[in-house]
């Protein structure tokens, strides 16, 4: 399938796997680059410049495709070294990044001069069509469902996509509860030129994170994911489990005195613990609501394959079938 977003990175595939902490590793984005896909490694994961490049270095000895890197702009009381992963990024031949959080204008000078294509994902129409003004390539539009920070407006996929879709002139994807044909085509239909796959991608054979993230998908429901920290401006979509329940009792508690110290013990250093360790209690770690249409663990090529032959039978059959007479 040719969209303006295949083109743009030189994919077979409309079909790009979001950076996503702890679990956007070389052998994940490997398997989707493979499979025809976007794959993407997560930059702050690596977190030094030395350790992105041995990944970036790592996922290359695995596919021979184009892949990508996620950096997200999070304020920190200790900012990583943005510079010296950025140059890692230039000197090593990436031609995708995915950026997200902040305002990307800073680095754009030097990406556009390595003829680095730029997606930011952006979660409200305003902010994709700063990115756009900006100079940014392409924009990932992120609904409400989505894991993670669907930010604070609240608007879903069904009236955010076509919105976006009236204003952008650069091409955008769609993402927060993308998993499967259903989602791609009516994506299409809604204007993206493909989508972006978080939560799915955690579900999958060569995701590098502990079975017990894999079972807890599968086992999990639409209905099981909770808004945090919404009193400090700063949700985040997570699966429900004991660590959150505890940090949501702190905030009903706490109320407007909440401060982000208040639920350190839930958020902080959870993330090794979950994917690495499989405890997946320890504290909130993000999760879309499209865990409810996750039923199984299969490999990435067989996701991405049966997406795209499902997505050719519902638009060739299904769709062309009810056509007026």
């Known amino acids: 399938m040719k969209t303006r977003i295949t083109e743009l990175f030189g994919i077979?595939?409309?079909?790009?796997?979001?950076?996503?902490?702890f679990v956007g590793l070389a052998e994940l984005a490997s398997a989707v680059?493979?499979?025809?896909?976007?794959?993407?490694?997560?930059?702050?994961?690596?977190?030094?410049?030395e350790k992105l490049a041995n990944e970036i270095a790592r996922c290359r000895e695995m596919t021979d495709k184009p892949f990508g890197v996620n950096m997200t702009f999070l304020p920190s009381l200790t900012p990583p070294d943005y510079?010296?992963?950025?140059?890692?990024?230039?000197?090593?031949?990436?031609?995708?990044v995915e950026t997200a959080g902040n305002n990307p204008a800073e680095w754009l000078p030097m990406l556009k001069e390595a003829d680095i294509k730029v997606i930011h994902k952006c979660t409200s129409v305003r902010h994709a069509l700063k990115a756009e003004r900006i100079g940014c390539d392409a924009v990932s539009v992120d609904g409400f469902e989505c894991g993670g920070h669907p930010g604070e407006d609240d608007v879903t996929n069904f009236v955010l996509l076509p919105r976006a879709a009236e204003e952008l002139t650069i091409p955008f994807v769609s993402s927060g509860g993308m998993a499967n044909a259903r989602s791609l085509v009516a994506s299409l239909a809604m204007g993206a030129e493909g989508m972006n796959m978080g939560t799915r991608f955690i579900a999958t054979q060569e995701a590098p994170v502990h079975w017990n993230v894999k079972q807890?998908?599968?086992?999990?429901?639409?209905?099981?994911?909770?808004?945090?920290m919404r009193g400090l401006r700063n949700t985040e979509r997570v699966l429900n489990n004991a660590g959150v329940e505890r940090l949501i009792e702190k905030e009903q508690r706490l109320g407007a005195d909440l401060k982000f110290e208040d639920i350190i013990p839930?958020?902080?250093?959870?993330?090794?613990?979950?994917?690495q360790d499989g405890d997946?209690?320890?504290g909130a770690?993000?999760?879309?609501?499209?865990?409810?249409?996750?039923?199984?663990?299969?490999?990435?090529?067989?996701l991405i394959d049966g997406i795209m032959s499902e997505t050719e039978a519902i638009i060739t059959k299904r769709l062309a079938g009810m056509q007026a007479a």
């Open 12 to 21: 077979e595939h409309p079909i790009i796997q979001g950076g996503m902490h």
């Open 33 to 49: 680059s493979n499979a025809g896909g976007l794959g993407i490694i997560t930059g702050l994961t690596q977190g030094t410049p």
């Open 83 to 96: 510079p010296g992963l950025f140059e890692v990024i230039v000197e090593s031949g990436i031609k995708a």
């Open 216 to 228: 807890a998908l599968v086992d999990a429901s639409e209905l099981d994911t909770r808004l945090i």
């Open 266 to 275: 839930e958020v902080a250093g959870i993330y090794p613990r979950v994917m």
């Open 280 to 282: 997946v209690d320890a």
């Open 285 to 302: 770690w993000s999760c879309g609501m499209v865990a409810g249409l996750i039923h199984d663990v299969p490999s990435v090529k067989e």
